[in-house]
């Protein structure tokens, strides 16, 4: 696709973000599911609502443009949840599991915090103001919630050290019945 201005490139982003996000609302209940750590179920749970949010306001922001949202699915966000299952679906011990699942989810978020960022840039340049605002909201939201996972997973990891001396045996491995499928819930598979 050739964008030949700015409003078109910011349009296009606009719905892959889109795309993006309501295919994360459809991963994180898997998410939730498969973490121990009452935190971390805390802080999905938290960032499944916020984005409800986030997608109530790039509904608004298109709406505004007189733009629907693309029908195309992003492919960058299917292949880092794919990804994500690759690195999370694995037997492990509670904690290291957990980790995992932050670490895929800090992977998803740190690319919206990217793409936020830059249509963020675009709405100020294209004079804006009210989408800059929404979007600015967003981006405020996938930040808290990496800073959230970055301490839970700090939290995680000085446990796991603690519990380093112990050999770990194999009850406490995740058994493969509860074994996380995202591809599944997103109906990949």
Not at 2 to 10: G, P
Not at 51 to 66: E, F, P, S, V, Y
Not at 123 to 139: I, K, Q
């Amino acid at each position: 696709m050739k964008f030949r201005s700015l409003y078109e490139f910011y349009i296009h982003e606009l719905q892959d973000l889109h795309s993006a996000e309501s295919q994360i609302r459809t991963a994180l209940p898997e998410m939730i599911k498969c973490a121990h750590s009452p935190e971390l179920k805390t802080a999905l749970k938290n960032h499944f609502e916020e984005t409800r949010d986030q997608i109530d306001r790039l509904n608004q922001i298109l709406k505004n443009h007189g733009e629907k949202r693309e029908q195309d699915r992003c492919e960058v966000m299917e292949g880092m949840l794919a990804e994500c299952e690759n690195v999370i679906d694995r037997d492990a011990e509670d904690m290291i599991y957990d980790l995992g699942i932050i670490s895929a989810c800090q992977r998803v978020g740190h690319y919206e915090i990217a793409a936020y960022r830059t249509v963020r840039g675009c709405a100020e340049r294209l004079g804006e103001e009210e989408d800059a605002a929404l979007l600015a909201e967003t981006l405020e939201e996938e930040s808290s919630a990496d800073d959230e996972l970055t301490g839970i997973a700090t939290m995680l990891q000085s446990q796991c050290m603690e519990d380093d001396g112990d050999s770990g045996d194999d009850e406490s491995l995740r058994p493969k019945s509860h074994r996380f499928r995202l591809m599944e819930a997103l109906g990949k598979r």
